[in-house]
């Protein structure tokens, strides 16, 4: 093995502050002593973050740079320090990973000229720099539900959806799942999970995979889970986009969007679930002719549905003709719904097929 000559860096072995920004950061390199092998070498950020120009809100990603290094090597504290200089940077994910691609071509650091042969390939899809609007935590979990969470919840949890454990977004193996072949349905935002132990219940050889990224919900619904003793519930505690990319395609046979958050503000409608981001990821997991369920109280969230999710590539069945106040026969309701009831809001039905 060679020895790396070192000499000429002057970040590796110094204390060295985290760079004002990332022009402010100095990207070294070191000779690779390989030069007549072409192989590739792979740096891995997994908590990348800048802000974002809009909020100000720290977003997060992933980053996989991948390069073939010629006559010379990036040297990595360099590289982390580069990549940390994003933290205070105010930029689109789209202007840092086409920036440090950019710079990875053309600066080699200590302006001896560009690195032969390197090419900086920065893997950041959108969804590595997902924004999340919603509430994670409530209040302090009772002792009862962090131990379900401890204990439970490793066993219901739905490996590879993580972006660390699955980079590369590889689809989940349904069958291994549940442990056996059977039609999966998906729940979004399961709140206390109330409805989805209740259809696991009514449908023993289905498997219903639930996503909710509001904790306390998690661990009420497995206490639910507990108390029915059913055991063809499966639990994202995150965001169902997340679990959306590595659903395999056409590989859901129904999904509920139950009284899905309102976001009542006009500037805010393009959080809801009924946009694209949210209706093209789940029209491609649905299987054609999978039944998809929404429910609202909210009649200007009936007026996006109606208007989006048929341009998702989704036909209205139910609630077609006016009717959106009929329930579907085995609703056994939600705990929003019964809020929405009491303080005299009226539920809306909507029904569509993939
Ligand atoms: C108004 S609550 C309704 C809960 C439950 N479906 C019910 O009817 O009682 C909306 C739920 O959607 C969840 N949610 C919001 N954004 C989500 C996302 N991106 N992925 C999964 N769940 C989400 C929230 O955490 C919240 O629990």
Known sequence: MTRSDTSGLTQLGASVALPASPDAAVIERVPSGNADTDYVVRFTAPEFTSLCPMTGQPDFAHIVIDYIPGDWLVESKSLKLYLGSFRNHGAFHEDCTVGIGRRGRVDPGSGRGPLPRARLMPETPRRGWRTFHGRRHGKTLRPNHRAWLEHDLPRLAVPGVGWDENPERLPVDLPALFGRACPVWLEVGFGGGEHMVHQAQLHPDTGIIGAEPFVNGVAMAIGHIRAAAVENIRIHAGDVRDLMDVLPEASIARAFLLYPDPWPKTKHHGRRFVTPEHLDPLA?????????????????????????????????????????????????????????????????YLTFRR
């Not at 705990?335 to 009491?342: D, G, P, Q, T």
């Open 284 to 348: 491609r997991a649905l299987a054609p002719g999978a039944e998809f369920r929404i429910a609202t109280d909210i009649p200007d969230y009936v007026r996006q549905a109606l208007q989006e999710v048929p341009r998702a590539g989704f036909t209205q069945t139910g609630g077609a003709g006016g009717d959106t106040h009929t329930p579907w026969p085995d609703w056994p309701g939600t705990r929003y719904e019964a809020k929405a009831l009491r303080e005299g809001r009226v539920p809306h």
